[in-house]
């Protein structure tokens, strides 16, 4: 994982292993047990046996034997096709291995699995017909045991209904869970104290591994009961930055854990089996961060945004995190919107409306005589209502993109086949074309359309994904007219994605999205109904008390999509966007919201005259750098250093201000006063109390020798963006237009306990003041205002 800023963030989905073996071998909803030294016996004649070393894994439905050498297939046999399961030489069924001692085990069964031959990712080989197989395990002891357990997960494969088969293997694995516990020799130091352990399944891709989670005074530890892929994961609560309760499967049970600042993907994902454990861990963790991180909200990223602080890029993937969508979750994996229309023309023309796709609407009202074919089997339908039989995301649309970068999960997805050759991901405007008039096709995009990695569009591992109708193999994404290589593509596409049409309408997208023509008469009017299981609280699970009915609705929940948290209620604003007439302007603003360490609003060089200009770089040419730190999570924008220099304050967008100790070189507070940005800050004479600026309108007076906020003062109609000290004065600007002047008393003089402010002037501008603004020339009470 990248550790970047917000302005660098990148979506980086890792989806390689470096064991052949893997949980995604596996089938869903299963679990992986134990493993065992062993080898695979083999009968060559009357006299002869061959023996293959290697692993076998017990899981809940299934054998597997990994063989050390990698030209050798893995072996998967379904417990479910096993007509006997004994110790080898019980059965009988093969004379040659019958002579032997029963020092192995032997499986009679009707069908195998042969997988990742010469370790090379390929639809899974099947044999049918009745074999036996006989494995000697490396400690003879075990045989028993191991026996024991085969049987036991035998009879639950083999009952009819599949809720009694969840229902017992759930018994076994908490049967399980319940004998063992967390390894206390695992822990980094000997001093560290305990504060809570509990059971808990680790969460990627299609898969959980179930194990203990521990929490202790400085870190927090997994410990996976079958020790894969490593016998312990280990998070440093001080390298800890944000947490987020998760939904999984529509139930409050999952926890996710950030150590990046700003990246979308996890350190790690937890599922908890009891609300309650997930709840208490989280509490722990964010009383832990309480002073070392601050949490944003949907509202103060949306202001951000709106202001050009984030790119639309960056926006959406906030929404996306704050919506509960996960990339260790492919059922609510991040969701994008298309934004072109045009896959046909030579030139891409982003200064044409056409170009782009109408945003005010979901995929499936883009085609007008598909959406009147729809509209007429919704109104004869009973309740509940839905308007599209499939989501816009799914687990098998997420993989449709990547497959070509996550082929085992395809496997995994699909009982070991790849899709069909002609509905493979086969060509960008193929993919939208059937989006606008498949009868159920209404997927939308991915991050990685507008990111810069091309691997998902090239089939660099050289995949067999089959022959098309036409003879053509399955290879490369077919890219449009309009784009020279993959490489372009992107660039294109993250260009229009920041255009001024899809940054004028965004907004809309949103609305449908995560907004509130998501659910209710505002989605019926948006004609954007899904199914009701697709929605928070569309069903509760806890009140089914059929198992079977239980097991076939989370399944269908998992594998059908679910619509995002929704994040906003009312309509969401538009933004204040500059004008683009082409690709190329439009990427340099991208690269500039990317790169560049200006603001947008803020003065760079290239307002200055050509001798100002050169005199400001030779002047930078002198300075060096003495020591640098990195204390805030975004832009710093407010300075202030005591009298004696020993302490720094500074305020951040990140909505924090920080003291940091020049002298043991450390940061020494944090502190949030809410959830939106800091603007400035200053120190009033004394060095005992701080001020600060925010976003949400308001001035905050925070008590050094206390270390606790004094006072607020409501300042302004809108956000504050600088504030001044002087003469006994405070002076405030603001994005309402206007400057304010208050008199006033700190309440470190004597006889005071708190600041008392008035209002001494108000001073009306025709825009937003920002923090830029030379207000020098006026005057107020006989005196000057010096420069803001």
């Given at each position: 994982m990248l550790n970047t800023s917000v302005d660098q963030m990148q979506h980086k989905a890792v989806f390689f292993s470096p064991f052949r073996f893997s949980l995604?071998?596996?089938?869903?909803?299963?679990?992986?047990?134990?493993?065992?030294?062993?080898?695979?016996?083999?009968?060559?004649?009357?006299?002869?046996?061959?023996?293959?070393?290697?692993?076998?894994?017990?899981?809940?439905?299934?054998?597997?034997?990994?063989?050390?050498?990698?030209?050798?297939?893995?072996?998967?046999?379904?417990?479910?096709?096993?007509?006997?399961?004994?110790?080898?030489?019980?059965?009988?069924?093969?004379?040659?291995?019958?002579?032997?001692?029963?020092?192995?085990?032997?499986?009679?069964?009707?069908?195998?699995?042969?997988?990742?031959?010469?370790?090379?990712?390929?639809?899974?080989?099947?044999?049918?017909?009745?074999?036996?197989?006989?494995?000697?395990?490396?400690?003879?002891?075990?045989?028993?045991?191991?026996?024991?357990?085969?049987?036991?997960?035998?009879?639950?494969?083999?009952?009819?209904?599949?809720?009694?088969?969840?229902?017992?293997?759930?018994?076994?694995?908490?049967?399980?869970?319940?004998?063992?516990?967390?390894?206390?020799?695992?822990?980094?130091?000997?001093?560290?104290?305990?504060?809570?352990?509990?059971?808990?399944?680790?969460?990627?891709?299609?898969?959980?591994?179930?194990?203990?989670?521990?929490?202790?005074?400085?870190?927090?530890?997994?410990?996976?009961?079958?020790?894969?892929?490593?016998?312990?994961?280990?998070?440093?609560?001080?390298?800890?930055?944000?947490?987020?309760?998760?939904?999984?499967?529509?139930?409050?049970?999952?926890?996710?854990?950030?150590?990046?600042?700003?990246?979308?993907?996890?350190?790690?994902?937890?599922?908890?089996?009891?609300?309650?454990?997930?709840?208490?861990?989280?509490?722990?963790?964010?009383?832990?961060?309480?002073?070392?991180?601050?949490?944003?909200?949907?509202?103060?990223?949306?202001?951000?945004?709106?202001?050009?602080?984030?790119?639309?890029?960056?926006?959406?993937?906030?929404?996306?995190?704050?919506a509960d969508r996960s990339c260790n979750d492919l059922s609510q994996y991040p969701v994008f919107p298309w934004i072109i229309n045009d896959y046909s023309s030579p030139e891409l023309d982003l200064s044409n409306p056409e170009t782009f796709r109408d945003l005010s609407k979901p995929v499936g009202a883009l085609n007008q005589e598909r959406l009147e074919r729809l509209l007429t089997r919704y109104q004869e339908m009973p309740e509940p209502k839905f308007m599209y039989g499939s989501h816009y995301s799914s687990p098998g649309y997420v993989l449709f993109y990547l497959v070509r970068i996550a082929p085992e999960y395809m496997l995994c997805l699909q009982n070991g086949r790849f899709d069909n050759a002609d509905r493979m991901f086969n060509s960008i405007a193929e993919t939208w074309k059937n989006c606008l008039d498949g009868a159920t096709d209404f997927k939308e995009l991915i991050p990685e359309f507008y990111d810069e990695d091309v691997s998902f569009l090239v089939n660099s591992l050289k995949l067999d994904l089959g022959k098309r109708q036409g003879g053509q193999m399955v290879d490369d994404v077919e890219l449009p007219a309009w784009a020279s290589s993959p490489q372009d593509f992107l660039q294109k596409n993250k260009a229009a994605l920041e255009s001024s049409y899809a940054s004028e309408h965004l907004h809309e997208w949103i609305d449908l999205i995560f907004g509130y023509k998501q659910k209710g008469s505002e989605a019926v009017g948006a004609h954007n109904v899904f199914h009701p299981l697709t929605y928070e609280g569309g069903v509760d699970l806890n009140s089914i008390e059929d198992p079977d009915e239980k097991v076939a609705m989370l399944t269908q929940i998992l594998e059908f999509g679910q619509t995002p948290k929704q994040l906003f209620v009312t309509p969401h604003p538009r933004r204040i966007t500059p004008k683009f007439k082409s690709v190329s302007q439009a990427s340099s603003y991208t690269a500039s919201m990317t790169d560049s360490p200006v603001s947008p609003g803020e003065e760079s060089f290239e307002d200055l005259t050509e001798e100002s200009r050169s005199l400001a770089w030779n002047n930078i040419s002198k300075l060096q750098l003495h020591e640098q730190y990195k204390i805030h999570k975004e832009a710093v924008t407010g300075i202030a250093v005591s009298c004696n220099g020993s302490s720094v304050f500074t305020t951040s967008q990140d909505s924090t201000l920080k003291m940091f100790s020049k002298e043991s070189k450390m940061l020494q507070r944090s502190i949030s006063f809410s959830n939106m940005a800091l603007s400035s800050c200053l120190l009033l004479p004394g060095d005992t109390t701080v001020i600060s600026s925010s976003w949400d309108n308001?001035?905050?007076?925070?008590?050094?020798?206390?270390?606790?906020?004094?006072?607020?003062?409501?300042?302004?109609?809108?956000?504050?963006?600088?504030?001044?000290?002087?003469?006994?004065?405070?002076?405030?600007?603001?994005?309402?237009?206007?400057?304010?002047?208050?008199?006033?008393?700190?309440?470190?003089?004597?006889?005071?306990?708190?600041?008392?402010?008035?209002?001494?002037?108000?001073?009306?501008?025709?825009?937003?003041?920002?923090?830029?603004?030379?207000?020098?020339?006026?005057?107020?009470?006989?005196?000057?205002?010096?420069?803001?």
């Open positions: 995604l071998l596996l089938n869903l909803e299963e679990y992986y047990f134990e493993q065992h030294t062993a080898f695979h016996v083999q009968s060559q004649d009357s006299r002869e046996e061959r023996k293959t070393r290697g692993s076998l894994k017990i899981c809940s439905k299934s054998v597997i034997f990994e063989p050390d050498a990698i030209s050798q297939p893995i072996i998967k046999i379904p417990l479910r096709d096993c007509l006997k399961i004994g110790k080898r030489g019980e059965n009988g069924a093969n004379r040659h291995l019958a002579k032997a001692k029963s020092s192995g085990i032997s499986l009679i069964f009707r069908q195998v699995y042969f997988i990742k031959e010469h370790n090379i990712v390929a639809p899974y080989k099947i044999e049918r017909g009745k074999m036996e197989y006989a494995f000697e395990l490396e400690v003879s002891g075990k045989v028993e045991d191991v026996v024991e357990t085969l049987l036991q997960l035998h009879r639950a494969s083999c009952l009819d209904k599949l809720g009694d088969q969840t229902a017992m293997i759930t018994a076994i694995l908490q049967s399980r869970l319940a004998r063992t516990s967390f390894d206390k020799n695992r822990f980094q130091n000997v001093s560290e104290k305990l504060h809570m352990e509990c059971k808990a399944e680790m969460v990627t891709p299609l898969v959980t591994n179930p194990g203990h989670v521990c929490i202790t005074d400085t870190n927090l530890y997994f410990q996976p009961l079958n020790g894969h892929p490593k016998p312990v994961v280990q998070i440093t609560l001080q390298d800890i930055r944000r947490i987020y309760k998760r939904r999984h499967g529509l139930m409050p049970l999952g926890l996710e854990v950030f150590c990046t600042e700003d990246d979308l993907c996890s350190d790690i994902y937890l599922k908890f089996y009891e609300p309650q454990d997930r709840d208490d861990l989280y509490f722990y963790i964010a009383t832990y961060l309480e002073n070392h991180a601050a949490e944003h909200t949907a509202e103060s990223y949306m202001l951000q945004w709106q202001r050009g602080h984030l790119s639309n890029y960056q926006y959406l993937l906030h929404l996306n995190n704050l308001n001035v905050y007076f925070y008590s050094i020798a206390f270390g606790r906020r004094q006072d607020t003062l409501m300042g302004h109609d809108d956000a504050v963006s600088k504030i001044c000290w002087h003469n006994d004065r405070l002076y405030s600007a603001s994005w309402d237009s206007t400057v304010k002047v208050w008199s006033g008393v700190p309440a470190d003089m004597p006889g005071t306990k708190r600041h008392q402010f008035d209002l001494l002037a108000e001073l009306e501008h025709d825009v937003s003041v920002s923090p830029t603004a030379k207000l020098s020339g006026q005057r107020v009470g006989g005196q000057s205002i010096p420069s803001i």
